[in-house]
């Protein structure tokens, strides 16, 4: 742990800077899921599991991780991080304001109309 502040650290030549300790990549150290792992997951997720279930899903997600892992090891530095495999592109409409309807036409089609608006049952017990 550094006890010198972000203004004190730039002031400071490169060389003289305090060795930071580089963290490895947190896949390629990542240990195999097993049960205990698993039960500990499901307990933070509050999501209760059988036995059976704890004991497939370790094997799923091990297997998950280590594909990631396979993976990370592949990709260098010099491969862009991606969303999708192909480029996406927005085929939106230019938004041009257009016609409207009239506020009394639409309401005279609601069930229900009050102030100018649409009456609709009270939900969460909020008050009026």
């Not at 500990?40 to 999501?47: D, F, S, V």
């Not at 991606?82 to 409409?93: G, M, Y």
């Not at 069930?111 to 649409?118: I, L, V």
Request: charged share 25%; glycine share 4%; proline share 7%.
């Amino acid at each position: 742990m550094c006890a010198l502040s972000g203004d004190a650290l730039e002031r400071m030549s490169v060389d003289a800077r305090p060795e930071v300790p580089a963290v490895p990549h947190r896949l390629a150290t990542m240990s195999t899921i097993d049960s205990a792992e698993v039960v500990r997951l499901a307990g933070l997720a509050r999501i209760d599991l059988s036995e059976d279930e704890v004991t497939r899903l370790a094997g799923e997600l091990d297997v998950i991780v280590q594909a990631v892992a396979t993976v990370s090891e592949v990709a260098g530095a010099d491969v862009p991080a991606t969303s999708h495999p192909i480029p996406l592109t927005n085929v939106f409409r230019d938004d041009v304001p257009g016609e409207t309807l009239d506020t009394a036409a639409v309401l005279s089609q609601a069930p229900e109309a009050q102030d100018d608006k649409f009456a609709v049952p009270q939900i969460l017990g909020e008050e009026v």
